[in-house]
């Protein structure tokens, strides 16, 4: 009945309206295509609707022969095809210029949180040198003033000069004139040179009673080492500290801020200060008396040896400095001389009998197996990585990430003492004063003569080009105190291992790492892109 009904309704529907522009139909025109209808109605080919074709008016089956060859609306379908498809691509290129971005970013703050954590390590090995420096100064400033107190020089000066007055009067009458001379200078310098060594020896003693105590105080309480032992146990935290801290302020500086987090590792796949910090120190130094090296007894005898050669060193300078006067005009009373003997002895001693074990400046780690490669970067160098977090993607329904571990970057560093170079040297100030001496602490001038008019140029001083002298020692050493560092190419074979392991420093949480470790050195380049 539904279908009938259908019918009946499409007929009326059909039969009731008209065909636009159409003409009546003549009666010779409707039979025929009565007839026409009568034989495409014996075909019984019957529509969807349960009519036949012939149901429908020619008009209607003339438009639905036209819709095949219709094309509007079609713009329609390739546009939405066309939207879908730019979608996509807005969606890829959004994705890929945040990674990019992200990677910059994230390299950025790798190499800065490295240089910041390796200069905390630079300078803590520049500090070590630094106070096996000043322990060999204490040593030889102690020497100094203790030869100020006991004045043993002083005491035989009396003597000598003694001597210059009874000879004297040999040379009154001279035949030979320069000798005859001789008589009256001698009368009236050696009492000049008496009040030098007076004064010099009280005011000496005047200094000595104020240093003395304190110098002798930081040999007996091994203040210089305890310091150094504290230094090397604290660099490694402060340099973890550093790095993560480096790292979260790069973050934040972002316009979209994030978290990042850093760790400072060791080419032993191991952070600086970890597990490994007891066997073998982060900071390549070695203390000659309390490590416990396999050739620990090399390393004490080296100390010794450093420790007398630059103590002699300082006591020749603070003697040079000090003893100008007597060197130019007091010469007579040989009390430069004597004074010289007298301290180095009491260096000796210092050295010797009453510190031959204890403070001894801290070494250098000896290179081992003769590797160099292997042992600059066991010892030299060290790796950065920032972590961050997974980044969400756009369009996360078609777009996702291949790798579900956190996102890192990692940078090399290295430890150096750079060689000599050429540098702008600039000539000192002229001065109207010289030195002439005093005690440690301070210095006497006195003014020069003045020169006539056809004296030296008095134009400006040019600067010029010189190399860096000795105060710029390129050996590797710690007696160095110019260590750098500097970021150096990521070729360590340790970098697999050490993006695979996961950090237990810095309070880093957990760190969901990738697997790297099972690929080989050249694989792993393939992926890199340092």
């Not at 040593?139 to 000069?161: P, V």
């Not at 003694?162 to 050696?190: C, Q, T």
């Not at 450093?306 to 002699?312: A, C, P, T």
Request: with cysteine.
């Amino acid at each position: 009945m539904k279908i009938l009904n259908s019918k009946s309704k499409m007929l009326n529907k059909f039969e009731g309206s008209k065909c636009e522009g159409s003409k009546p139909r003549a009666p010779a025109r409707d039979a025929e295509l009565a007839g026409f209808e009568f034989r495409i109605s014996n075909f019984k080919f019957v529509s969807d609707f349960g009519f036949r074709i012939s149901d429908f008016p020619i008009c209607h089956s003339r438009r639905l022969r036209q819709l095949a060859l219709d094309r509007s609306g079609s713009m329609s379908i390739v546009s939405l095809f066309s939207v879908l498809l730019l979608t996509f691509l807005m969606g890829m290129v959004m994705n890929s210029g945040q990674e990019v971005d992200q990677k910059v970013k994230m390299q950025n703050a790798a190499d800065a949180s490295g240089y910041a954590g390796a200069l905390v390590i630079t300078r803590s090995m520049n500090s070590l040198a630094y106070t096996n420096h000043l322990l060999c100064d204490v040593f030889a400033l102690t020497a100094f003033l203790r030869e100020a107190r006991d004045q043993n020089a002083a005491s035989l000066t009396g003597e000598i000069l003694d001597n210059w007055d009874r000879v004297a009067p040999a040379f009154d009458g001279a035949e030979f004139e320069p000798f005859a001379r001789l008589a009256p200078a001698i009368r009236e310098k050696v009492p000049h040179e008496r009040e030098m060594v007076a004064t010099y020896s009280v005011w000496n003693a005047a200094a000595a009673e104020i240093a003395l105590p304190v110098m002798e105080e930081i040999l007996a309480s091994e203040a210089i080492p305890q310091y150094q032992r504290a230094l090397v146990a604290v660099t490694p935290e402060l340099a973890q500290f550093a790095a993560d801290d480096m790292a979260q302020r790069h973050g934040q500086s972002w316009p979209r801020k994030v978290e990042l987090r850093a760790c400072l590792w060791r080419t032993m796949v191991d952070p600086v200060g970890g597990m490994e910090e007891d066997a073998r120190r982060s900071l390549p130094a070695v203390d000659p008396v309390m490590d416990a090296e396999f050739d620990q007894e090399e390393y004490i005898k080296r100390a010794r040896d450093e420790r007398e050669s630059l103590s002699h060193t300082y006591l020749n300078q603070w003697n040079r400095y000090t003893l100008v006067a007597f060197d130019r005009i007091g010469k007579m009373s040989q009390f430069g001389n004597l004074w010289r003997t007298f301290t180095c002895g009491q260096l000796t001693r210092l050295l010797e009998d009453e510190y031959p074990d204890r403070n001894l400046p801290m070494q250098l780690r000896d290179m081992e197996g003769g590797a160099v490669r292997e042992h600059l970067e066991r010892d030299y160098n060290f790796v950065v990585v920032v972590y961050r977090e997974p980044r969400v993607n756009r369009v996360p329904g078609v777009f996702t990430k291949p790798i579900e571990t956190d996102t890192q970057a990692y940078a090399q560093l290295m430890l150096y003492v750079p060689k000599k170079r050429l540098v702008w040297w600039t000539p000192p100030p002229r001065t109207d004063q010289e030195l002439q001496g005093g005690v440690p602490g301070e210095d006497v001038y006195f003014p020069l003569p003045e020169e006539g008019d056809g004296g030296g140029d008095d134009g400006e001083e040019l600067e010029e080009i010189r190399w860096q002298d000795s105060r710029f020692p390129a050996q590797w050493s710690l007696l160095s105190q110019n260590w750098s560092c500097q970021l150096s190419p990521a070729t360590s074979g340790a970098i697999p291992g050490i993006l695979s392991a996961t950090p237990y420093v810095n309070d880093l949480g957990d760190i969901d790492t990738p697997d790297l470790a099972g690929l080989t050195q050249e694989e792993f380049w393939w992926l890199s892109n340092h």
